[in-house]
């Protein structure tokens, strides 16, 4: 490709809203533009990266026995009614009418339409099992899109979805998937952690993610300094022993009349209990709203951790936030509050616990969870340090971006669907269900992300747009004849090369090579041919060094 053809090119500076080093260089360097946030389009050299990211996808899923489809991104929205997601996940999807007044849904993932198949194509243990999967544009009407690419409203996501006649099968199928997973992201260039999401080893249902460490991630994974342990933050558990008698018999609610200093030893002294026995509750000011915080009274909530759980920037509310929210400081409680709560994991050990009654010199005794307030989800907030379950090591934190996971549906689906088949005893059962996802276009800048410098992207040569950027310095006319019969010469050896064939100053083409990132950079000029070649170097290197043609033919035909 002649750079000077190139349907978009590099821009002199980054867009002032680049969050992140993928929406900067990405963007600066020609391979994506900004519509709207969250919705991206690619240009040829985006286009090219993100088809070679397809292509590593599509040979690993076929190699454990995918079978590639294509589903509609238009969904009538019966068939999200069937299982409820139309009003579980209602706040990301996008619906749109349609001729009639027929009402559709952008889909947000795939499961639903594939279900509809699988009704008319699983009927025998002999069909089974099944791995279909697709890559194919997701809508999620995601309330903050950020960090370029990596969290669209619109966005590529391959997607597999395996069905097997019983969980033994499924589990052999679910390891294998684990394989194909790290040898995608390995091929791409990135070293990925498979982290325990949610479940955990007990639980029906189990789900790994696949990380890769970076700046721009929102999430954060827990690493054992001394074992293989790696988990997601948001279903950590400080592992604190409950305290001496804090598990006894849940006893009646009561409200008292509670005159006291507004704080934690007050309310102990008060209701002479340990300070642990109080239940704490927090007000913070999270995305416009408030959000209220259980945790044990003798604890701290760690509020870097909150802003790390929430992926938001958070800060304490204000007297006149309490106010406007009804709630009286110091009497705060999430019984008959009018605000969302969470809690850290330590509540759920103790019973009986005394808290305010959101009324001044009012509390109640006898507060218990479940039964007199619920919380939205449990977390580990808690001032203190995480430990590894398994042996007890320091576990450190790492921010981190989630480029695929693996889930156990377990029958989930089937049931929703009624797809059964007749198994080999002439019973009809549910199969049994996994589904497996990975961002492809995430994956492009999340390879950003991991790979770059100050100049611009570093693309490993799995990935990148072109092998070869081959350019001409200088206005020499020996020198452009050269550079052209080389161009023509790799393209007939089969080598992808970019040539920047352009009327521009040295400095210019060569920021606009270390922008751009491809591999090696080949520089014919009058200087280089006067030292018998041309100059190449790799962009992960600094020095550069003059070969003959030959030799480079051979270096990259060795490639
Ligand atoms: P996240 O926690 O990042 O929102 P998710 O749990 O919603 O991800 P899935 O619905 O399982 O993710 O999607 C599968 C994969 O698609 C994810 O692992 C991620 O790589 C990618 N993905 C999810 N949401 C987005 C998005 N808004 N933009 C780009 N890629 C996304
Ligand atoms: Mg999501």
Redesign the pocket.
Known sequence: MRYSQLFGKTKKTAPADADSPNARFLTQGGFVDRLAA?IYQYLPLGFRVLEKIKKIIQEEMNAIGGQQILMPVLNPVEIWKQTGRDETIDDVLYRTEGAGGHEFVLA??HEEPLMVLAQQIINSYKDLPYAPYHIQL?F?N?AR?KAG?????E?????MYSYHVDDEDFQKFYEQSKVAYFNVFKRCGLEAYMIE?SGGAFSDNISH??VVKTMSG??TMLLCEKCSFAQNLEIAEARIEAPKGADEEEKPLEKIDAVREPDIKASADLHVVPEWKVLKSVIYKVNGGLLGVCIRGDLKVDTKRLEQNLKEKIRGATAEDLKEAGLVPGFISPIGAQIPFIADHSIKYVKNFSTGANELHKDYKNANLGRDFQVKEFLHLADLPLTCPNDGGALTEERV?????I?TLGTKYTEAFDVKFTDKDGKQKYPTMG?Y???????V??VVEASHDEKGIIWPESVAPFQVHLLTLGNDDDARAQADKLYKELQTDGVEVLYDDRDESTGKKLNDADLIGIPLRVIVSKKSLEKGGVEVKARTEKESNVISVDELEKLIIKQ
């Not at 690419?149 to 409203?153: D, K, M, P, S």
């Not at 996802?437 to 994956?443: A, D, E, Q, W, Y």
């Open positions: 969250g947000p993932s997701k999620r995601e899109a690419v990596l969290r669209g409203r966005f590529m996501m391959k997607d999401a993610e696949f929102e999430d971006i989630e480029v695929g996971n889930f589904c996802g990975i961002g492809v276009t995430r994956l800048g999340t």
